[in-house]
């Protein structure tokens, strides 16, 4: 196992880049799913000040 | 074959037929990715030059060729905006931008980390690493240029004719390796002859390109589903949603 984590003396170079390609993908998830939470927040505040 | 194309112009159709995609490409991106990098970093052999360095190839080369397909969807999807006036091909334009660019950056990013132990250097102005930093340069540029137009439509075709200029850069990183003579290693899959490369290590980068084209369309789906809900909001078929959720 722990030769594994070691990567035959790459651990840095082999986890930083898995590391780095797994924070920028779950990014490009998380942004939309907020974006969508705020637009559809928004049009429901218009339309209940339209109905108002 | 138009009817369809016709179709799929019309924002609503598109916001509920990837709503239905939506789901099964983010399973498919999630399965592929994770048993690509168990094979990837656990099944695999080590390579008998580069060691365990090479594994890197499995988040490297998968997203170096994202980051030229993805600029090849903006620069067609620019054009038919351009010449057909079709709202959804400028959605898709402006919303692959970000994509390509993470898909780039990662790329470099990656490679840079990868050349450090092989080559000795985490960079080198060679022709595949300075035109793949130009594509980066033309993600971005196609951003700013949109950010700065106030006008929608002006803003879509401006950065159209940006992406349709850049389209000249994607042959020449594509064959750097061969016109040049670079650090970067030639290639290994997309050869002529059969792939120079052993079947347990070959099946993981597909199985991880598959991943990132997955990806690409869930992340696609999402941010081309919330710009149409912005554009769109004062159609009726929004409000009606918006009210029943």
Excluded at chain 2, 100 to 116: P, R
Excluded at chain 2, 212 to 224: E, H, I, K
Aim: aromatic share 16%.
């Amino acid at each position: 196992m722990s030769e594994f984590f070691h990567m035959g003396g790459y651990a840095f170079f082999v986890w930083t880049s898995y590391g780095i390609a797994l924070v920028v993908l779950l990014a490009n998830i998380i942004l939309p799913m907020q974006r969508k939470k705020e637009i559809l927040k928004n049009l429901k505040r218009r339309l209940r000040r339209e109905q108002a | 074959m138009w009817l369809w194309f016709h179709k799929l112009g019309s924002p609503k159709y598109f916001y509920d037929l990837s709503g239905k995609f939506l789901p099964w490409f983010g399973w498919l991106t999630l399965i592929l990715m994770l048993v690509g990098t168990y094979w990837g970093l656990v099944l695999a052999p080590a390579d008998y030059q580069q060691g365990d360095s090479y594994r890197i190839i499995y988040v490297h080369v998968p997203a170096a060729w994202m980051s030229l397909f993805v600029y090849m969807v903006m620069a067609t999807a620019g054009a038919v905006g351009l010449i057909w006036k079709m709202k959804m091909a400028d959605v898709v334009a402006s919303c692959s931008a970000p994509l390509g660019a993470a898909f780039t950056f990662l790329a470099l990013i990656t490679g840079s980390l990868w050349g450090k132990p092989m080559w000795g250097t985490y960079w080198v102005w060679d022709a595949r690493l300075t035109s793949e930093l130009i594509l980066l340069f033309l993600y971005l540029g196609f951003m700013g240029l949109e950010a700065a137009i106030d006008d929608k439509r002006t803003a879509a075709n401006a950065c159209a004719v940006l992406a349709l200029v850049g389209v000249v850069n994607i042959p020449i990183i594509h064959y750097s390796v061969e016109w040049w003579n670079t650090l970067h290693q030639g290639s290994t899959v997309a050869r002529m002859d059969k792939p120079a490369m052993d079947t347990n290590m070959l099946i993981p980068l597909l199985l991880m390109w598959l991943g990132f084209m997955f990806y690409y369309g869930t992340t696609l789906f999402m941010r081309a589903r919330n710009e149409v809900l912005h554009r769109e909001r004062d159609t009726t078929w929004v409000k009606d949603m918006v009210t029943e959720s």
